[in-house]
C-alpha cells in the first residue's frame, strides 16, 4: 500500500482531513513518510540547506553559541541542542568551530531531537568522534532539564498548519477530501478559526495557522526562562503575513501538494509571530526576527569569507565566496529566511540582531 492508497481509505472511513493531519502523515508518518524514507538534502537530493551549502554558517553559529554561553557565565553543565539536525551538518561544524574554546566542549552535553531513524543514523556517522557525550531523543521534552542552547535550522517549516479562508459568508477550513474519481482534493468546509486568526484584519484570503510551531516556542521558552539559555531559530517565514504558503518540493522542484504523499518533502513559511507570542507567554524575550543575510554579516560572515579565502585555491574561493553570497543576498536566502532568538529575560541582547 503507498501512504496515498492510506490517506484516501482514512478520508473515505472518517471524512475529510484537515491539512495538518496530512503534514504530519506525508512527513512523518513510521513508514512512508517523507524523512522517515530517505536522506532528502543535497545537490543529489530534493532540497539544499544553508549548512549544506557553505560551512561558514555553522561556524558562524558555533560562535555565536559560545558568545551566549559565556554571556550566561559559563556554566558548567549545559545543553547544546538542535532540534531536526537533517544529516547533522551543522552540528559537526558547531563542533569543529568551538573545539578549541577552554571548558565549551567539557561544559556541554550535545543533545538531538530527531524522529527519523534513517536521519539518525547518518547524524551519528557524521558526528562520530566530534564530542563525547551525544544523544538523541524523540521530543523535547527528552532533552534533560539544565541550560539550553539551542539552534533549529528549517526545523519549523516542517511543522503542520492548518489553512482558513475569510469569505463573507465567515471562515472556512481549507481540507483535503475526495473528488468524484476518488482522487484526492481541496475542499472548503464552514469552521471556526483559532482565536488568535479571529483578530487579523479580515480579508478573502487564506491564513495559516501553526499550533505545533505555538507549543513548540512556549516549552523551549518556559524550560529557558526557568533553567537559563537562549534558542537560535532560523526558518523562511513572514512577520506578519497572509496567503496559502503550503508547497511540496521534490528534486528541487515544485511538486503538486495532493501527489504521491511521503515522496516529496512538504513545507509551510513559518509564522514568526506565533513563535514571538508564544515564547513571550513563555517567559522569555525573543529578538527578531532579522533576515538570514543581515544576521550572519553582523556576525562577521565576511571576515570569515576572507580568512577561509587566503589559503584557498581560485577554484575554492569562488565556492566558498558563492556560497555565502547565496546565504546572505538579498534576493537569494538573505531576506527570505530570518533569524530570531528566544532568550533568559536575565542576559543581554545577543549579537546578530
Ligand atoms: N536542520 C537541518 C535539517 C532541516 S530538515 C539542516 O539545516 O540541514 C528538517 C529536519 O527536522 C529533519 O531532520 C527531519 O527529520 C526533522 N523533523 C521534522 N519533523 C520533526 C519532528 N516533529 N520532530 C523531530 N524532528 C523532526
Known sequence: MTLETHIKEAIFENGTMNIAD????????????????????????????????????????GAW?????????KPADCALAEIGPGRGTLMADILRATAKVKGFHESVSVHLME????????????????HPNITWHMGFAEIPPKPLL??????????????????????????????????LEFIYEAAEPPEALAEEPISENIYEYCDAARAMAFVLANRISMYGGSALIIDYGYDHGNGDTLQAVRNHRHHNV??????ADLTAHVDFNII??????????????????????????????????????????????????RLTNADQMGTLFKALCIINPALPKPEGF
Open 258 to 263: 495532493l501527489e504521491e504523499p511521503g515522496t
Open 276 to 325: 514571538t507570542h508564544a515564547a513571550a507567554i513563555g517567559g522569555c524575550t525573543v529578538y527578531g526576527p532579522v533576515g538570514q543575510g543581515f544576521f550572519l554579516n553582523r556576525l562577521g560572515a565576511l571576515e570569515r569569507t576572507a580568512v577561509l579565502c587566503e589559503k584557498a585555491t581560485e577554484k575554492q574561493k569562488e565556492a566558498i565566496t558563492s556560497g555565502i553570497m
Open 22 to 61: 496530512y503534514m504530519v502523515l506525508a512527513l512523518t508518518q513510521p513508514e512512508y513518510g517523507y524523512y522517515m524514507r530517505k536522506d532528502p538534502f543535497g545537490a543529489q537530493g530534493d532540497f539544499i540547506t544553508a549548512p549544506e551549502i557553505s560551512q561558514i554558517f555553522g561556524e558562524l553559529v
Open 115 to 130: 524522529l527519523s531513524p534513517i536521519l539518525r543514523q547518518k547524524q551519528w556517522t557524521t558526528l562520530a568522534g566530534k
Open 65 to 73: 553559541l559560545v558568545t551566549q554561553w559565556v554571556m550566561m557565565g
Open 150 to 183: 539551542l539552534v533549529a535550522n528549517e526545523f519549523f517549516d516542517a511543522l503542520p498548519i492548518r489553512q482558513y479562508l475569510h469569505t463573507k459568508a465567515g471562515w472556512q477550513e481549507r481540507k483535503i477530501g475526495l473528488d468524484i474519481k476518488g482522487n
